[in-house]
Nanobody, 123 residues
Framework: QVQLVESGGGLVQAGGSLRLSCAAS????????MAWYRQAPGKERELVAG???????NYADSLKGRFTISRDNAKNTTYLQMNSLKPEDTAVYYC?????????????????WGQGTQVTVSS
């Protein structure tokens, strides 16, 4: 079974920075896309940034230049560096990953969400 564990959220003042981490563990055979989504109160979950195993990245247009996604394939971990944070960045941030796991019956495809980590930016 593959699991995702997030860390790094918290309270920060506007203009500050935070770095989120998401580590995948378990019976990983392949780890393809890793991504960050966020959901603010009363709003739908939205894509923040994604990164493929080869390093290709994509970002929400509104966040380009402030947020940077990276990945350490040796550690099965993705990071989201968030700079110049604004109060409107306040949300629960979720990690997402997909790929193939190795189970007793062979390979299986997975799509997983982390438990979410709260990011609060005060004005």
């Amino acid at each position: 079974q593959v699991q995702l564990v997030e860390s790094g959220g918290g309270l920060v003042q506007a203009g500050g920075s935070l770095r989120l981490s998401c580590a995948a563990s378990g019976s990983i055979f392949t780890l393809n896309v890793m991504a960050w989504y966020r959901q603010a109160p009363g709003k739908e979950r939205e894509l923040v940034a994604g990164i493929h195993g080869g390093g290709t990245t994509n970002y929400a247009d509104s966040l380009k230049g402030r947020f940077t996604i990276s990945r350490d394939n040796a550690k099965n971990t993705t990071y989201l560096q968030m700079n110049s944070l604004k109060p409107e960045d306040t949300a629960v941030y979720y990690c997402f990953a997909d790929g193939y796991g190795l189970g007793p019956d062979g390979l299986y495809e997975y799509e997983l969400w982390g438990q979410g980590t709260q990011v609060t930016v005060s004005s």
